[in-house]
């Protein structure tokens, strides 16, 4: 198998930059619980709940679930310094519908940038 100069700069770029805000993020992700192959067959359902935080982290937040099992547990705005939720339950589920189409599209870990949260309008 052939891989080119650009393919590997990109995923050693990806591994740098990710691998230094997955250690400070809450995040939680878990492999689903049935492990399923990829085929044109089955599909993972991928559904995103979103929630009102507790009074230690103001604002909304959402959960990933992959076939009912958690997946991922987001309680504040990615990628962006402090504990603060988003603005709204809409915005959070904006951001939880990102998250699945890059899961669904292979982009992983799915970490959403603060340039991806602004040019989606899901913050300031």
Same mark, same amino acid.
């Given at each position: 198998?052939?891989?080119?100069?650009?393919?590997?700069?990109?995923?050693?770029?990806?591994?740098?930059?990710?691998?230094?805000?997955?250690?400070?993020?809450?995040?939680? !992700?878990?492999?689903?619980?049935? =492990? #399923?192959?990829?085929? $044109?067959?089955? *599909?993972?359902k991928?559904?995103?709940?979103?929630?009102?935080?507790?009074?230690?982290?103001?604002?909304?937040?959402?959960?990933?679930?992959?076939?009912?099992a958690?997946?991922?547990?987001?309680?504040? !705005?990615?990628?962006?310094?402090? =504990? #603060?939720?988003?603005? $709204?339950?809409? *915005?959070?589920?904006?951001?939880?519908?990102?998250?699945?189409?890059?899961?669904?599209?292979?982009?992983?870990?799915p970490?959403?940038?603060?340039?991806?949260?602004?040019?989606?309008?899901?913050?300031?």
């Amino acid at each position: 198998m052939k891989i080119s100069a650009v393919s590997i700069a990109i995923i050693l770029c990806m591994s740098c930059t990710n691998s230094d805000s997955a250690k400070e993020d809450n995040t939680v !992700i878990q492999q689903p619980a049935a =492990n #399923k192959e990829a085929s $044109s067959d089955t *599909k993972i359902k991928l559904e995103v709940k979103t929630y009102p935080n507790d009074s230690t982290i103001k604002g909304w937040g959402y959960d990933i679930y992959a076939d009912g099992a958690l997946y991922i547990h987001q309680p504040h !705005i990615p990628a962006v310094p402090g =504990n #603060k939720g988003f603005q $709204s339950a809409q *915005k959070a589920e904006a951001a939880g519908n990102f998250a699945v189409y890059k899961i669904r599209n292979n982009i992983m870990p799915p970490t959403i940038s603060v340039a991806e949260l602004d040019s989606l309008g899901l913050i300031k």
